[in-house]
Protein backbone atom coordinates (compact mmCIF):
# COMPACT_ATOMS: atom_id res chain seq x y z
CA UNK A 1 0.00 0.00 0.00
CA UNK A 2 1.53 3.26 -0.94
CA UNK A 3 -0.07 6.66 -0.18
CA UNK A 4 1.06 9.95 -1.71
CA UNK A 5 0.72 13.40 -0.49
CA UNK A 6 0.99 16.59 -2.48
CA UNK A 7 -0.99 20.01 -2.82
CA UNK A 8 0.79 21.96 -0.70
CA UNK A 9 2.80 24.90 -1.14
CA UNK A 10 3.06 28.87 0.08
CA UNK A 11 0.22 30.83 0.57
CA UNK A 12 -0.92 34.20 2.08
CA UNK A 13 -2.70 33.78 5.36
CA UNK A 14 -6.44 34.26 4.81
CA UNK A 15 -5.83 31.96 1.59
CA UNK A 16 -6.69 28.58 0.62
CA UNK A 17 -5.29 25.41 -0.42
CA UNK A 18 -6.33 21.92 -1.47
CA UNK A 19 -3.97 19.13 -0.88
CA UNK A 20 -4.49 15.38 -2.31
CA UNK A 21 -3.93 11.89 -0.88
CA UNK A 22 -3.92 9.12 -3.74
CA UNK A 23 -4.39 5.74 -2.62
CA UNK A 24 -2.39 2.88 -4.43
CA UNK A 25 -1.86 -0.65 -4.13
CA UNK A 26 -5.44 -2.04 -2.56
CA UNK A 27 -8.87 -0.69 -2.45
CA UNK A 28 -9.64 1.21 0.61
CA UNK A 29 -13.36 1.30 0.84
CA UNK A 30 -14.51 0.28 4.16
CA UNK A 31 -11.03 2.16 6.07
CA UNK A 32 -10.14 5.40 7.84
CA UNK A 33 -8.15 8.04 6.31
CA UNK A 34 -6.66 10.87 8.08
CA UNK A 35 -4.40 14.15 7.55
CA UNK A 36 -2.05 14.62 10.35
CA UNK A 37 0.36 17.76 10.76
CA UNK A 38 3.78 17.88 12.16
CA UNK A 39 6.24 21.22 12.86
CA UNK A 40 9.90 20.34 13.65
CA UNK A 41 10.80 19.73 17.47
CA UNK A 42 6.14 19.05 17.86
CA UNK A 43 4.41 15.88 18.20
CA UNK A 44 2.40 15.00 15.12
CA UNK A 45 -1.17 16.42 15.14
CA UNK A 46 -4.37 15.06 14.04
CA UNK A 47 -6.11 17.45 11.36
CA UNK A 48 -8.98 15.79 10.21
CA UNK A 49 -10.32 12.25 8.78
CA UNK A 50 -12.69 10.17 7.45
CA UNK A 51 -14.15 7.03 7.09
CA UNK A 52 -16.60 5.39 4.47
CA UNK A 53 -19.25 3.46 6.27
CA UNK A 54 -20.93 5.23 7.60
CA UNK A 55 -19.82 8.53 5.73
CA UNK A 56 -18.45 9.97 9.26
CA UNK A 57 -15.68 13.29 9.55
CA UNK A 58 -14.07 13.97 12.07
CA UNK A 59 -11.95 17.20 12.53
CA UNK A 60 -9.49 18.78 15.23
CA UNK A 61 -10.64 21.87 16.98
CA UNK A 62 -8.38 23.99 15.17
CA UNK A 63 -9.72 22.53 11.27
CA UNK A 64 -13.65 22.59 12.14
CA UNK A 65 -14.94 25.31 10.22
CA UNK A 66 -12.06 26.17 8.26
CA UNK A 67 -10.92 22.47 6.62
CA UNK A 68 -13.01 20.06 4.88
CA UNK A 69 -12.30 16.44 4.48
CA UNK A 70 -13.79 14.51 1.59
CA UNK A 71 -13.13 10.99 -0.43
CA UNK A 72 -14.10 9.95 -3.56
CA UNK A 73 -13.40 5.66 -3.20
CA UNK A 74 -13.59 5.47 -6.80
CA UNK A 75 -10.46 6.99 -7.18
CA UNK A 76 -8.94 5.91 -3.64
CA UNK A 77 -8.46 9.70 -3.11
CA UNK A 78 -8.85 11.55 -0.08
CA UNK A 79 -8.95 15.70 -0.54
CA UNK A 80 -8.29 17.96 2.74
CA UNK A 81 -9.36 21.76 1.67
CA UNK A 82 -8.11 24.20 3.81
CA UNK A 83 -9.31 27.78 3.84
CA UNK A 84 -8.69 30.72 6.06
CA UNK A 85 -5.09 29.55 6.79
CA UNK A 86 -3.57 31.17 9.56
CA UNK A 87 0.74 30.99 10.05
CA UNK A 88 0.04 28.69 12.33
CA UNK A 89 -1.23 25.80 10.20
CA UNK A 90 1.88 26.24 8.65
CA UNK A 91 3.63 22.52 8.82
CA UNK A 92 4.29 19.04 6.90
CA UNK A 93 0.83 17.50 6.30
CA UNK A 94 0.69 13.77 6.21
CA UNK A 95 -2.17 11.32 4.71
CA UNK A 96 -2.03 8.12 6.66
CA UNK A 97 -4.28 5.10 6.41
CA UNK A 98 -5.72 2.31 8.37
CA UNK A 99 -8.09 -0.58 8.54
CA UNK A 100 -11.62 0.46 10.24
CA UNK A 101 -10.94 0.98 13.79
CA UNK A 102 -13.07 2.24 16.85
CA UNK A 103 -14.03 5.75 16.21
CA UNK A 104 -12.51 6.75 19.25
CA UNK A 105 -8.93 5.93 18.11
CA UNK A 106 -9.57 7.92 15.12
CA UNK A 107 -7.38 11.18 16.17
CA UNK A 108 -4.26 8.74 17.43
CA UNK A 109 -1.81 9.11 14.96
CA UNK A 110 0.01 5.35 16.27
CA UNK A 111 -3.28 3.64 15.23
CA UNK A 112 -2.24 4.06 11.18
CA UNK A 113 -0.61 1.76 9.48
CA UNK A 114 0.26 3.12 6.13
CA UNK A 115 1.55 6.86 5.25
CA UNK A 116 2.26 8.96 2.93
CA UNK A 117 5.93 11.03 2.41
CA UNK A 118 4.11 14.49 3.46
CA UNK A 119 3.78 17.70 1.68
CA UNK A 120 4.99 21.04 2.78
CA UNK A 121 2.30 23.89 3.83
CA UNK A 122 3.42 27.10 4.41
CA UNK A 123 1.43 29.94 5.16
CA UNK A 124 3.23 33.72 5.21
CA UNK A 125 1.37 36.56 7.37
Known amino acids: VQLQAFGGGLVQAGGSLRLSCTISGRTFSGNDVAWFRQVPGKEREFVAAIRWTPRTTVYSDSAQGRFTISRDNAKNTVVLQMSSLKPDDTAIYYC???????????????????WGQGTLVTVSS
Open 96 to 114: AARGRGILSSIRDNTMYDY
